[in-house]
């Protein structure tokens, strides 16, 4: 017995009333008695050193092969983040900024489910920048997100879509990055308790980007660099996503390596890894544009969606679902495939929807999960803005889909 034991120094035994067993190695373990030879690995050494004593060794699986997942193992934004960083996708800072935005996020969500409970539903009574009426919730989740954005320390500049110009942060203390952001988009869809969202895109500071902002003396000189900061084309993003309040609330991020889904699960309070790597279908039978302003649009646009509606040689035209969120639109697009699209017309010449807050985080999150976003004739993460609120017209979800209404814009 002595001569097992000093195989090798790390050896283990165990006695019982008929039994011993010894571990050779973490891989091996020799199980014997005066009479049986139960089994050994082909290891001809061990053999060699063991048959006079009448014991032989088997190999046991190593604690990686047998280890199942457990059924509570789940993994928060928070976990995932962190494990980004180790990788070295992202630094600390961004991790930080992120996480912010997440609990604004939360903070948001929960101000629409109670809306109607705390008086939040209705008009403002003011006008935000682009001419339109003001939600009470979108006065308060601006607030919200501008404040989880300050307090993080790791923002030089904010652009919200309800600000007039882009905000320097004071508070930073630390990384200098630049978030611009729709505090919630789909706001008419609010007192119908429809799903709505949030919006957001990051950028690193750019100090070589140029934007048109005329001699307007209001504007310091602080303020006029973060207009030149902020206007950069989609291209430079480092990170977009968007938050969708509805049946669930749904966090969806890209950092550049691929699109993920997290859901809030109200037991923790949480957001949880529920989808990874989410890729749109290449094409797709559903089409989401707002055809009640189909009289405004130009004769090209209107052949493609008329042949949208021809049932064609498959006998089957093409699914017609529009909600009036971007958010919610989008999100169901990315998952089942199809287009998007608020084009152009008569009354707005650019579209409707802003190139910073709402185009560029989009195009970029599709483009990451194999899609496409245009304005019907370019892509557009390559537009370079000429001022914080521009407009422009998007074609956004299934590369196929996508490609087909270009042709017909052409």
């Known amino acids: 017995m002595a001569a097992t034991t000093a195989t090798t120094p790390t050896s283990q035994i165990l006695f019982s009333s008929s039994h011993s067993i010894c571990r050779l190695s973490p891989s091996q373990l020799c199980v014997f008695n005066a009479k049986t030879l139960i089994s050994c690995p082909n290891n001809s050494s061990i053999k060699r050193r063991q048959a006079a004593n009448g014991v032989r060794c088997m190999a046991v699986a190593s604690e990686a092969q047998t280890k199942k997942k457990s059924g509570y193992d789940i993994q928060t934004l928070t976990g995932w983040l962190l494990k980004q960083e180790q990788a070295g996708i992202i630094d600390a800072e961004l991790t930080i900024v992120l996480s912010s935005i997440s609990m604004a996020c939360k903070q948001i969500a929960s101000l629409v489910q109670r809306a109607s409970i705390s008086n939040l539903t209705g008009i403002q009574g003011a006008v935000n920048v682009q001419g339109e009426d ?52 789909g706001s008419s869809n609010i007192d119908a308790a429809v799903s709505t969202g949030s919006i957001f895109g990051i950028y690193s500071p750019n100090d070589e980007c140029f934007a048109d902002i005329g001699d307007d003396a209001t504007l310091d000189q602080v303020k006029q660099k973060c207009v030149v900061n902020v206007c950069q084309p989609g291209s430079n993003l480092l990170a977009a996503g968007y938050c969708m309040y509805s049946s669930s609330i749904i ?57 949208l509606k021809d049932p064609g040689p498959s006998g089957k035209p093409y699914s017609a679902r529009y909600i009036g969120s971007l958010v919610g639109d989008f999100h169901r697009t990315m998952l089942y495939g199809g287009i998007y699209g608020y084009p152009r017309d008569k009354k707005s010449k650019n579209g409707k929807l802003r190139l910073l807050y709402e185009c560029a985080p989009m195009s970029f999150i599709v483009e ?30 299934s590369v196929e889909e996508v490609e087909k209404l270009e042709k017909y814009l052409a």
């Open 368 to 397: 990451q999960a194999g899609g496409k976003g245009s304005d019907g004739h370019m892509r557009i993460l390559d537009i370079q803005p000429a001022e914080i609120h521009q407009r422009v017209p998007l074609y956004i979800g």
């Open 134 to 185: 003001q939600k009470k919730l979108d006065v308060v989740s601006n607030e919200v997100f501008s404040n989880c954005l300050r307090s993080s320390g790791r923002t030089g500049i904010i652009a919200s879509e309800e600000e007039d110009v882009p905000v320097a942060v004071e508070e930073s203390y630390s990384g200098n990055y630049i978030v611009v952001f729709d505090p919630l988009d």
């Open 251 to 307: 966090f969806v991020l890209t950092i550049g390596n691929g699109v993920f889904a997290f859901s809030l699960d109200p037991m923790y309070g949480e957001f949880v890894l529920t989808q990874e790597n989410i890729q749109i279908p290449k094409t797709g039978k559903i089409y989401s544009f707002n055809e009640g302003n189909y009289q405004l649009w130009d004769d090209k646009l209107k052949k493609y969606m008329d042949d």
